[in-house]
């Protein structure tokens, strides 16, 4: 099965600087890269994916990279805000199948 | 707006007993999915399934038991509580298709005595 590995695990930045998440994956059949944000106390929602024919994707400050050939994507949060702070969740999806596999996620703290 | 809900946000319950944690979505998903949440594990899929009465192991079933009697109803159940069990619980529910964003529920904090 998928094996999915994020790092790093807590992250600290000043506001206005940015964020770099990393994550690997084993299965090179995975097709679909999604990211899910979860604030505290919060359910976790998806803030941007990309699939397997994309090598990257923008939404205003967050973008999302991905390097097939190594099997590895990340998230790049530019101009952070204090309301950036959370936890981030990579995924992982193969193809053909519904289920997702989660790294452990990136508990991101943004200072004032 | 897609509406994922869970029948309790806090629950205690006490070594042995049967636990019932309940899921219901509004959006005609055909999957849903249960995780438990523990700190420094991130998100670990349980069950899932993708139609009525139809169900998929995890990779951590063992002491879990799902029931999906309704399209828009899916239940977890611990036959017999543990304390290793203590956790959050997350429901999930998504389209079948390509584009299957995974909307969760609020989450249950379950605590086992």
């Known amino acids: 099965g998928e094996n999915v590995e994020q790092h790093p695990s807590t992250l600290s930045v000043q506001e206005g600087d940015s964020a770099v998440i990393k994550c690997t994956y084993s299965d090179s059949a995975s097709n679909y890269f999604p990211w899910y944000k979860q604030e505290l106390g919060k359910r976790p929602q998806l803030i941007i994916d990309i699939r397997s024919n994309v090598g990257e994707k923008k939404d205003q400050r967050i973008a999302v990279t991905l390097n097939k050939t190594a099997k590895h994507f990340s998230l790049h949060i530019t101009e952070t805000q204090p309301e950036d702070s959370a936890v981030y969740f990579c995924a992982a999806r193969e193809s053909g199948y519904s289920t997702l596999t989660f790294g452990k996620g990136t508990m991101l703290l943004v200072s004032p | ?113």
């Open chain 2, 1 to 113: 707006d897609v509406k994922v809900t869970q029948s309790s946000r806090y629950l205690v319950k006490r070594t042995g007993e049967k636990v019932f944690l309940e899921c219901v979505q509004d959006m005609d998903h055909e999957n849903m999915f249960w995780y438990r949440q523990d700190p420094g594990l991130g998100l670990r899929l349980i069950y899932f399934s993708y139609d009525v009465k139809m169900k998929e192991k995890g990779d951590i079933p063992e002491g879990y038991s799902v029931s999906r009697e309704k399209k828009e109803r899916f239940s977890l159940i611990l036959e017999s509580a543990s304390t290793n069990q203590t956790s959050m619980y997350l429901c999930a529910s998504s389209f079948r298709g390509p584009n299957n964003e995974q909307f969760f529920g609020p989450g249950t904090r379950l605590t086992v005595l």
